[in-house]
């Protein structure tokens, strides 16, 4: 087995990321098809006939480990030249993933460990990325001088209350949310006293000095002229009240006119400066963030860490166009529109493919095949519904249970015909769920991980698992209708239409780890678009990206983090 080497593209400057796009755009040019595909339509579309015969002949005899490794750019000697090359390639135009050294990037960074109280409500993965991105930004707005951080999305604020408790920065937390708004108030206050519980025991009475809590904000931040507009009119009423004990400002959504008159008026007199943070901030969000940075002057620093590139807005390439992509004047040159599939795609993780297992890896497999067969009965026999692209929801989690179940039933059998003397019984862990959107059904983001001895658990010798495929196939064909409002029609032959597909559902695994292994390379594209745009707009602007989460609890963990010079 070899894997990909390092990434061989720089992006210091703009003429190199640019380089860089062209030769991932290059790349990605005749394998349009999976850019465009939707794997529900596997089996109506026969997606598997536009893939080099050769790639699915080899694949569809690998062992499943091997297929979850494709999408980390591993390869195998025996596979057909033009099969490695293209996961080689891959890998070499994607961004390295591997979790930065913060101490080495940042020096003197303090990374704090949560206290159990400001973790309460956060699971590992939250904690993880709370702990890392508050010293980052702690870290940066010292730098720059700076003590007012903008956390733009900022959810249940987890990450407000950490920067106002722990670094004691000043923060302005704005969600679209207004229960968020309530949640983020209510916990900041239980917070406040717990330290001016140790103040008074330890300082004899100053418990309210330097405890501020994060101001809310419930908006539904709409363009950068709005954001700029919202955090300077707070900023304002900060110099008139400078106690800041925080609170819920409902904000009315400023666009066009509105938002400018506004900008200007508060403008007219100077206004602190400021740090855009933003945590996973969805969609067009984190791209507005870093449109504003560039626009106001007031905003020393951002540090950006997105997702959900599916909700990203996508239009006409003009060069005045403010779409979520392409934000870039090469890009936009450059006449590329990705499209829904493949920014679905870029949300792809390879770490967490690779770190399945082969059962779960199956079953993963199996599930799509339901889907793409369910999508088969209503293709024949509602075809009204597919126009609307109908969304079952995520089945994956009670499915899995079931098949958990029958696995621990079944494990002594197991064991027994595979004469393995120190088999041990399966045991399950459960991956979080990522901030990404799954839109194509069940896919490793949220999906239960079984751990076993067996080295060869491929689909070739899945007969050993005494699961009922059909009778699984059936029983989620049902749910989809129910979820979906339907009757079942008692002309639905679901044996026929199963025996119809299941020659082919092997095909599934192979056809969807080379497909989810362009998801680190779209989202590369993605990502360096971004920074192209803010190396195009001033020679002032020092932009760097950053993966400072561990990729496999937190896979959008790349950080865009620039400031002005």
């Known amino acids: 087995m070899a894997s990909g080497g390092e990434c061989k593209y720089s992006c210091k400057t703009a003429s190199e990321t640019l380089e860089w796009i062209h030769a991932i755009i290059n790349f990605l040019k005749p394998y349009r098809f999976f850019l465009d595909a939707h794997v529900v339509n596997f089996f109506k579309e026969r997606l598997w006939e536009a893939v080099d015969k050769e790639w699915m002949d080899c694949l569809r005899k690998e ?10 750019g591993a390869v195998q000697d025996h596979w057909p030249a033009s099969l490695k090359e293209f996961v080689l390639t891959l890998r070499s135009l994607s961004l390295p993933r591997e979790q ?39 870290s940066i707005a010292s730098r720059v001088g700076v003590d007012t951080i903008v956390d733009v999305g900022s959810g249940q604020g987890y990450l407000s209350q950490v920067l106002s408790f722990e670094y004691q920065l000043s923060v302005i937390a704005i969600d679209a949310s207004s229960h968020h708004g309530r949640i983020t108030d209510a916990r900041a206050e239980r917070i406040k006293k717990h330290y001016a ?37 707070l900023l304002q009423k900060d110099d008139q009240k400078p106690n800041n004990d925080g609170g819920n400002v409902n904000e009315k959504p400023l666009e066009g006119s509105a938002g400018n008159e506004l900008t200007s008026s508060l403008y007219a007199n100077g206004k602190p400066s400021l740090v855009l943070a933003g945590l996973h901030a969805c969609g067009d969000l984190s791209v507005t963030m870093l449109r504003t940075f560039i626009e106001c002057a007031d905003v020393r620093a951002v540090i950006s860490i997105g997702c959900c590139y599916n909700l990203l807005s996508e239009g006409i390439i003009e060069a005045d166009t403010q779409c979520g992509f392409p934000m870039s004047k090469g890009v936009k040159s450059a006449g590329l529109l990705l499209g829904k599939n493949a920014r679905d795609l870029a949300c792809q993780s390879a770490e967490r493919w690779r770190s399945l297992g082969e059962a779960a890896g199956l079953h993963n497999f199996e599930l799509h095949a339901f889907r793409a067969a369910f999508q088969m009965v209503l ?61 194509e059904g069940s896919t490793c983001n949220d999906a239960v991980s079984f751990h076993e001895n067996s080295s ?63 998801g680190p390379v779209l989202e590369t594209l993605l990502l360096l678009d971004r920074l192209l745009f803010l190396q195009e707009s001033s020679n002032m602007v020092e932009a760097v990206m950053l993966p400072i989460f561990d990729a496999v609890l937190s896979p959008r963990n790349v950080a865009l983090i620039a400031k002005k010079l």
């Not at 003197?108 to 400001?118: D, E, I, K, T, W």
């Not at 590992?124 to 980052?136: D, F, N, R, T």
Request: net charge positive; glycine share 6%; charged share 25%.
């Open 63 to 72: 062992p499943v480990d091997d297929l979850l490794r494709i999408p980390s």
């Open 100 to 138: 930065a050294d913060l101490q080495k990037d940042f020096p003197g960074l303090r990374v704090a460990s949560l206290n159990n109280v400001l973790a309460q409500g956060m699971n590992h993965k939250k904690k993880h990325e709370i702990e890392a991105l508050s010293a980052v930004i702690g």
């Open 197 to 233: 519980a140790k103040l008074r025991k330890y300082q004899y009475g100053l418990e309210n000095r330097g405890l501020s809590t994060p101001k809310t904000v419930t908006c539904r931040v709409l363009s950068p002229d709005m954001l700029k507009a919202l955090s300077n009119s």
């Open 379 to 439: 293709f024949q026999h509602y075809p009204e519904i597919i126009i609307k692209s109908p969304a079952i929801g995520r089945q994956g989690k009670a499915l899995r249970r079931q098949h958990h179940r029958r696995n621990l039933e079944s494990s002594a059998d197991i064991a027994e015909s595979l004469s393995q003397k120190n088999y041990k019984e399966a045991s399950c862990s459960v991956i979080s769920r990522t901030e990404s959107a799954d839109t």
């Open 456 to 518: 060869h658990w491929s689909s070739r010798n899945c007969e050993a698992n005494p699961i009922d495929r059909y009778s699984t196939f059936v029983k989620f064909c049902h749910s989809g209708l129910h979820r979906l409002g339907l009757q079942n029609s008692e002309d639905i032959e679901f044996s026929g239409l199963w025996k119809q597909v299941e020659p082919f559902s092997e095909l599934i695994g192979p056809y969807w780890t080379l497909r989810a292994a362009l």
